[in-house]
């Protein structure tokens, strides 16, 4: 439709850019659908465990059950696009659609970043204040914490969202990339993008710079802290409540800044492909690695994971249950 003598874009056309035959098309599909199915399984098995075990009711593993929460959430917003993507050489979607993904995912990554500066007050707290740790994180400011992350993350990325929601787009309508993300966006826009520009770097203060040195800060206090400690044995167990959460730091703000942070305008074919596979790792590949990272790494959730198969195994042995299922199939 045309407005003004300009052509008003109404959908986008989103292309992948992994060149191959259609078997290996399929290969993608297959293994992103295992991917999704996995990342799904394992984050409703991290916030089920910590529903509903005793020794999970902390708030190391509350605030884990709420990065598994935004896992879920990114996760979805990207990869079922993705798998239709695959499986059609490219796929349109609607400018709502685009606008709606775009913003989702800005505001599950946005709520993300403010969660992991705040796991990493709490293993400071746990560290150095041990003594006022059940003070300090106690069950409601806990609850706050998780709230003012997500109340912040969602509010902040509305108002940029709706900035670029404004912006004129008049073709081409080409993406070339897996998502609708905000640099793509921009540079199909027709009208000038300075405001955009302006407000992601006027609100990347409080959910990307107050984080980043929340972290640091932590952690600095936290090897200090740990250093002191005269025994090694009191070293490895005081570094082992961190090490998860410092790994999945690491690979969140690693991806991210490699994506945001380096220089993107003027980039070869290389360099684009380059940041779809980056982009890749922390749509589809980390919030399965996050799951992965905190069960593997820690003794209490493969404790609850075992007890909880064994209460289920002992309650389909018991005779109660038994009578149950033959009383059912005999109405």
């Known amino acids: 439709m045309k407005e003004n003598n300009k052509t008003v874009v109404t959908e986008f056309f989103l292309i ?27 984050n409703l098995l991290i916030i089920t465990l910590v529903s509903t075990s005793k020794k999970l009711h902390t708030p190391m593993y509350f605030f884990i059950s709420q990065l598994s929460i935004t896992d879920i959430l990114l996760t979805t917003d990207i990869v079922p696009n993705l798998l239709h993507i695959l499986m ?30 705040v796991m990493s007050y709490d293993r400071y707290v ?8 059940s ?16 109340l912040v993350g969602f509010s902040i990325v509305l108002i940029y969202t709706i900035t670029t929601a404004k912006l004129d787009f008049c073709g081409p309508n080409i993406i070339d990339h897996i998502f609708c993300d905000l640099v793509p966006l921009l540079e199909l826009a027709c009208s000038k993008t300075h405001i955009v520009d302006l407000e992601v770097y006027i609100l990347s203060l409080p959910i990307v710079f107050i984080p980043t040195v929340i972290i640091v800060a932590s952690y600095t206090s936290i090897v200090r802290a740990v250093l002191r400690i005269p025994s090694s044995t009191g ?14 730091v690491s690979i969140f703000y690693w991806t991210m800044f490699s994506v945001y942070v380096v220089p ?11 940041s779809k596979i980056i982009s890749l790792v922390y749509t589809v590949f980390t919030p399965l690695a996050n799951p992965i990272i905190y069960s593997l790494k820690n003794e209490d959730v493969k404790k609850a994971i075992k007890e909880t198969f ?22």
């Open 16 to 42: 992948v850019g992994f060149q191959g035959s259609q078997y290996e098309r399929v290969l993608l599909f297959c293994l992103f659908l295992v991917i999704y199915c996995g990342t799904i399984c394992g």
């Open 88 to 117: 059609t050489y490219g796929g349109a979607i609607t400018f709502i659609g685009c606008i709606t993904q775009f913003y989702f995912f800005c505001a599950s990554e946005a709520s993300e970043c403010l969660l992991l500066a």
């Open 126 to 133: 746990a560290i150095c204040n041990p003594l006022r740790y």
């Open 135 to 150: 003070t300090i994180m106690t069950s409601r400011h806990c609850v706050m914490f998780a709230a003012m992350c997500w």
């Open 235 to 248: 070293r490895q167990k005081a570094f082992s409540t961190c090490s998860s959460h410092l790994i999945v």
């Open 264 to 274: 993107t305008k003027g980039q070869t074919k290389i360099g684009s492909t380059m």
């Open 310 to 331: 064994h209460k289920h195994a002992t309650w389909k042995n018991h005779p109660q249950y038994t009578v149950e299922i033959i009383h059912t199939g005999m109405k």
